[in-house]
Each structure stands twice: as C-alpha cells, then as structure tokens.
C-alpha cells in the first residue's frame, strides 16, 4: 500500500431517514463502504472505522486511507501447454488469441512460464496489475455501500438536472439525497453518487445550526465541527447515550423512573439530531384508565417516555424529547401536553365504552372474525382450545396434581370458563386500536364482569410465554390455557401443512413449540408429550391430516436447541433425547445424570462398549433379552452375567426411584467385566444357542444401561 495515507470521511446529507431503521442504515453503509476500501487495498484489514448516523445524515470515517493501492503480481494460467505451442515451440493461433485478450501479443511468448498444472504442463502468464487509485477504490466503495443498504423501502424521485439540459433524471434512494462529502485528510475525493458531486460543506440542524452551510476542513474534523457549527451529535451511539442520561435525571428529580424501552431508545434517536428532554404532564383524572392503555398509546403513537413512581405505577408526568432547545421550553411542553390529550381521551373512551358489555357477550362474535380459511373462525378456534384445555385439566385432576387435589372440579371449572373467555377481547374496542393489548384488557375487564381472580389471570397469561425469557403463567389455571392455545395452532397448522419454512414462520410455530416445552418442563407436568399431541388432534375433527409424528420431531427439535442454548453439549442433549422421553420434566435430571456419568474415569470405556454392544446388536435378527446360564461357557461371560445380576436390579431401584444420577453411577463397575468380555468371548459363536445367549446378555446389558439416556452417543 502507498505510504501517502491519510484519514477518509465520507457523508451522505438526506431527507429524514425512517428511524427504525436508522441505526442498521448507519452500519451496514459504513461496513460495506470499509470493506470495499479494504479488500481494493486501500486501507488495512484492520484499520478503525467510525459509524455515524442521524436523521439527516450517514457518515463513515475510516482511518489510514491510501491515495493509491499497492500493485499486485499476477500469474494467470492460460492452457495446457499441448494446446498452446506446436511441435516446434512456436505459439498456436489459439495462445496468440488468448494473449490478445489480456492486452499482450506474440512477444510475450518467451516470457511465458511452464509449470505443472494437475497431470499436465501448462503455460502462465505473469502481469502486473496497478493498484487502484483512490478515487476510482472509492467511488467503487461508495456505489457498493448505495446498493447495498438494508432499505425499508425505496423512494423514487427526480434530479433537476442544468438549465442547458432540459429535462429530469429519475433517482431511487431511501429518502432524496441533497449532498454528499467525500475528504481524505483535507482533500476533496471528486466522486459522485445519486447524482451528486462530493465536497466539503453539509448542512447542520435544521433550526438551530450556527452557520449554514457547515464546512468540514478536514476529514478528522467532522464529528467536532458538526456539533459546534451545526448543532448535531452525529453519532448515533453518544445521541443514546445522552438520550438516556438526559431521560434518567429528569426522571430521578422527579422521583420516578422513564419506562424501559430499548426499541423506543432507538427510535426517538433516529428522530432527533440533537436532543433535549423536557417534563409533560396530562390530567389526573385518565389515571383510572389501565396504565398499560396509556403507556401504549404514548410510546406508540407519540414516541412520548411515561414516568412510573417506585411501586411501577404510572405518574402523570412524562417525558418527551425534542430537537430543539429554545430558551422557553413551555411552547414546546404545552404542544405535546395538547397533541397527547386527545390519544389518552380516546383510550378513556374505549374503556368506558368496553366495560358496558359482558366478555360473556362477546363469545357469539367470534364466530364472525376469520381465524384461518382452512380452520375456520376465531369461534371454532375457541371451542377446540376448550376441549383441549378441559383434557388437559382433568388428566391433571386425576393424577391429583398440585393444588387441585383439594378440589379438581373447581380447577376444571375454572380452565374451562377461561378458555371459553380467553378470545372474546379480541371483539372489544380498545383491542381492535391496540392488538398489543389482547389478554391484558381481557384482564381488566373479566375482573370488571365480576369473574374469579384465577380466570381473569387466565385470560392475560394463556399469550405466554410470548418471547424468549417471558415468564410462564402465574397459576396452574393459565398454564393449562396458554398449553391449550398453543398446542392448537401447532396441531391444526402441521394438521393443514402449514409449516415453517427457512426464516418464515408467520405463526410463529417454533416460538409455541419452545412455549409448550418450557411449560412442560419447567412446571414438570405429569404428561407424556405424545399423549398430549394424540388428545389434541380430535378437537378438529376431519379438518386436519394427522402429522403428530412430524409436530413430534419439531418439539423435541425446539428443545434440542433450547438445551444447547442453556450451555448443554451436543453430545449430552443427543444422548437424552434420542431416547425421546415422553415426561420432558425429566430431562434436565436425566441430563445432569449424563454429565455426571461422564465425569466418571469409567464414561468413555462403558461408552465405546455400549457403541460396539448396539452395532452388534444392529446386525443381529430381532434378539431375545434373555439368558441361559446353562449355555455360559467361557469364564468372562459368567463373570459379566454375575455383575449384572448384582449391579442392574439396583440400577433399575434407582431408575424406578427417579434418581437418574445414582442409576447411571452403578453402572460404573461393569466396566472391567464388560472390557474382559470382548476380550475374552467370541459373541457369534458357531453354535446357534451359545450366539443367542450371548446376544440376549448384550441385549439385557443393552436395554439396562441406556434406560437414562443413549449412552453411546457419549463415545468419541
């Protein structure tokens, strides 16, 4: 690389970015825009690059940029050297043809080098190819970054073009883009893009830059010059991080805390370019509307941060952050304490006017809003979510489950009102405004009718686990419900083909799957997992094909991952699973079993015999786990037979006990016989009845030793 370097900036100045999108704009153009630089060798592998990005602007700033890359040799393979020169040596028309291509002819012939390709000799040509220069590197670099940004959308819009030329050009960029710098240390680099000629000047806050336009002496300059000249933090990071500060002290000198939003965060700092945060407040009296109504329909819709005071209780205080900073706030204040009125009436209205109806009312109307075309409406839906909920609760009941023992009809009862109630607030108002709100308006408004604390409970929770890490739900009542409501999407969705595919899960399939398996495990439900597949399948009738066995495989699919996740190896969660056990509950013990076995000096024997035992088996017909003792011949035989006499009835105490750890650990001892018998017997032996008894002792050892997990899959 030339030593002539010197630090680049390049910014891109443009109508209001999408704020979502912001800060995954500002990085991918940067990445891409340094990539390109460095794979041209124009700037080091590891050379530091700086992202900004604010409403207006994307800028990269990248250190130790060359003004040209090195040159780089260059040995092309042009052909065999059969094809290239004729018996006497000279160059055959299609080597001189070849040699045109590359810019050379019959005089570079002598200078060809010969050298073994695979089998046969052939000929190569060595070049020189130039290093790009910057200009031409960079101009690649930033067309690439252009074509390459993650777009929400693309906007298409006309350059006016000279006064000579008459007409418009036609542009497709996220916003329209009005500048563009492109310095290397205090240069200009004259590239262009969307129709623009790069500079120097940008252009700084809107209405509070100090000169317009800002000049950027050198590229090092930019981020000072742009806060002191205009009035902008173009980092999108230090603009958060003031956010956030900012938000924190206004809230701490009120003594309340600003709600916890990270999405939020992000957005409000793709809105602003220098932020201020001020104190709002709305009238008291919209307090008696559910505070999770007006927080939505604040952040939502006015990108406003609520206050809640120390017990998570809204105040009426709230903070917003805007980008100016006059020396009278109030104007500011009073405009958002007006706009944000009308938002909180609305919520009060719909509450209000929600709470004039029973939820019991509204179970008819579900029957009116489509589910599914192939499953029918969100009222069928809530029947098979019934059947399957109330099975799940009286199985439950009838193994005297937890709390229910007492009194299994009222925990039935209390399943079945729950599910029959659990949809009906998707047909009120405030849902339809804010879909984010199902389950919890549910809540509110089940306790408004007057229905029991668990239902109402029920109602909010059978939605959860919504994400990764949510809590399950709060009682046993809202745990059957929320395994109801999932296993009948998964069941109905496999039932119709409905599948995941690639990254496309619209029903979030494998969210409900790793829902169900928490659920499952977490709370050790006393059910078998295919049992409960089997039992949700009849609640629709003809409308599905069975597919239990496929919907099988993608739970214990789920909960491979889930396993694997929460620090399990490979290996253990394979030596579990393949077993697939039916109570998941027992997983994390049988896994913990696992681990602890291989700890053992023991593991790694035990297991590569298990391996051999299983291929052994594999090949032999449909064997018997069954010993004679009066076919036992050879002493390591006998030997083995009489340890497993002592050890598999106590491995098997264990096991029936649940004490997977202890049940694998007595295993241990069979290691040296185990190692003396395929040492010292020969398992197919001429003799049929010796070879079957010595097939029903491995069967017998086999079947004992991997009753906790498949001890094989721990073999290296």
């Known amino acids: 690389m030339s030593m002539r370097t010197q630090n680049l900036l390049v910014e891109l100045l443009v109508e209001e970015l999408p704020p979502k999108a912001l800060k995954k704009l500002g990085l991918a153009f940067a990445s891409v825009l340094a990539d390109s630089l460095q794979a041209q060798g124009l700037a080091a592998p590891d050379a530091m690059v700086t992202d900004y990005a604010s409403p207006r602007r994307l800028a990269v700033h990248v250190f130790a940029v060359a003004e040209h890359a090195a040159d780089k ?99 497709g960029f996220v916003r329209p883009a009005h500048g563009l710098v492109a310095l290397h240390g205090s240069a200009v680099v004259p590239v262009t893009a969307l129709g623009l000629q790069a500079g120097n000047s940008t252009q700084g806050h809107r209405f509070e830059a100090r000169v317009s336009p800002v000049l950027i002496a050198h590229a090092d300059a930019y981020e000072q010059t742009l806060s002191d000249d205009g009035a902008v933090i173009a980092s999108f990071d230090k603009r958060r991080a003031d956010i956030a500060r900012q938000l924190q002290a206004a809230a701490t000198a009120l003594g309340a805390q600003p709600v916890d939003d990270e999405a939020l965060l992000d957005e409000v700092t793709g809105l602003v370019e220098r932020p201020t945060v001020m104190v709002c407040s709305f009238d008291a009296e919209f307090l008696h ?69 029973t939820l019991e009312s509204r179970v008819d109307g579900l029957s009116k809003v489509v589910y599914h075309n192939q499953l029918g409406t969100q009222g069928e839906r809530m029947q098979r979510v019934c059947a399957i909920a109330s099975g799940i609760a009286n199985a439950l009941a009838a ?66 686990p919504r994400f990764a890490g949510d809590n399950l739900p709060r009682s046993d009542v809202g745990l059957v419900v929320a395994l109801a409501d999932k296993l009948e999407t998964l069941v109905g969705m496999f039932g119709i083909g409905n599948l995941p595919t690639g990254d496309k899960d619209p029903f979030a399939l494998r969210r409900h799957a790793l829902g169900v398996v928490r659920m499952l495990v977490e709370r050790d439900l006393p059910l078998q997992l295919g049992d409960v597949l089997h039992h949700a399948s009849p609640a ?28 399990y190896s490979a290996q253990e969660v394979d030596a579990v699973l393949t077993l697939r056990p039916q109570r998941l509950g027992e997983v994390p013990k049988r896994l913990e079993a696992v681990r602890a ?14 391996k051999r035992i299983a291929n052994i088996l594999k090949k032999a017909d449909d064997v018997d786990a069954h010993v004679s003792p009066a076919l036992l011949q050879e002493e390591a035989e006998k030997a083995l037979h009489a340890a ?3 050890v598999l009835p106590q491995a098997q105490r264990l096991f029936a006990a649940g004490d997977y750890t202890a049940s694998l650990q007595a295993l241990a001892v069979l290691r040296a016989p185990v190692d003396a018998f395929f040492e010292g017997v020969m398992v197919n032996a001429e003799q049929l009845d010796v070879r079957l008894n010595r097939l029903g002792l491995l069967k017998t050892l086999h079947l004992a030793m991997n009753r906790v997990a498949d001890l094989s899959k721990l073999a290296t």
Request: aromatic share 8%; glycine share 8%.
């Open 73 to 171: 040799a260059v040995s092309q393979k042009l052909m065999p050297v059969a094809v290239g020169l004729d018996a006497s040596g000279n160059a055959t028309p299609a080597l001189l043809k070849k040699l045109q291509s590359l810019g050379a002819d019959a005089s570079a012939v002598p200078a060809l080098h010969k050298r073994m390709d695979g089998k046969a000799e052939a000929l190569f040509f060595d070049s020189t190819v130039r290093g790009a220069s910057l200009l031409e590197g960079l101009q690649k670099a930033l067309t690439d970054a252009i074509a390459k940004l993650p777009i929400p959308k693309v906007m298409q819009y006309q350059l006016a073009r000279d006064c000579e030329l008459p007409g418009w050009s036609t542009v």
């Open 399 to 464: 193994k005297g489950w937890q709390a229910h023992a007492k009194d299994p009809a009222a925990f039935v009862a209390h399943v079945a009102r729950a599910a029959r109630l659990a949809k009906t607030d998707l047909v009120t108002d405030m849902v339809g405004e804010f879909p984010e709100l199902q389950g919890t308006m549910g809540r509110y408004y089940a306790g408004n009718d007057g229905e029991d604390l668990l239902v109402a409970e029920a109602i909010e929770d059978h939605y959860k």
């Open 597 to 610: 076995f291989a700890a053992l000096p023991e593991s790694p024997a035990l297991a590569a015999a298990n």
């Open 644 to 646: 497993m006499h002592t």
């Open 540 to 567: 629709f009738g003809a409308l599905i094909s069975d597919t239990n066995t496929a919907l099988m495989d993608f739970v214990f699919d789920r909960l491979s991952g889930s396993l694997r996740e929460q620090g």
């Open 289 to 357: 509307v559910p505070q999770e109504c007006l927080i939505l329909t604040m952040k939502a819709n006015q990108k406003y941060f609520p206050l809640l005071d120390g017990s998570g209780t809204l105040s009426n205080r709230f903070l917003i952050v805007s980008n100016i900073n006059p020396a009278d706030p109030s104007a500011v204040v009073g405009g958002n304490e007006r706009v944000v009125r009308p938002r909180l009436a609305d919520a009060q209205f719909f509450f209000n006017q929600d709470r004039k109806r």
